[in-house]
């Protein structure tokens, strides 16, 4: 008599009953940030975020001239998401994500008061094969 299928059940069946998740996995973007009301020119950097199935967000963001990672937190709704950027929110971004993954909305600069145009695109999509 042959066990082995019965045993993949049994196993199978116990992992589903654990609730055994998988982690969900960090995706890359790249950033642009332009003044609303200032140079056209605009500040660059990378954000890794990870979505977690109950809409927390969570990331870093890197800027290009600077060698820092900056924690990033927020909450995604459907396809509204917002995040903040920075300790205490030092810098809040409401925004909308496309259906090819671009992020794209408002940030708003606590500390200068400044209003940027904020656009994430997924570094797939950023660099075409």
Not at 38 to 43: F, L, M, S
Not at 85 to 98: E, K, L, N, P, Q
């Amino acid at each position: 008599m042959n066990f082995r299928p019965r045993a993949i059940a049994a196993l199978f069946a116990a992992i589903c009953t654990l609730g055994v998740t998988v982690a969900p996995v960090p995706q890359h973007y790249t950033v642009a940030l332009t003044e609303f009301y200032g140079p056209a020119v605009p500040y660059v950097g990378s954000l890794d975020l990870t979505f977690e199935t109950d809409g927390v967000v969570l990331g870093s963001y890197q800027p290009a001239s600077v060698r820092s990672f900056v924690p990033v937190n927020g909450g995604l709704d459907g396809t509204h998401i917002w995040l903040d950027i920075g300790r205490s929110g030092a810098m809040h971004v409401t925004a909308t994500i496309d259906r090819d993954g671009r992020i794209h909305g408002e940030a708003w600069d606590d500390g200068s008061n400044k209003q940027y145009k904020f656009v994430a695109t997924p570094q797939s999509a950023a660099s075409p094969p």
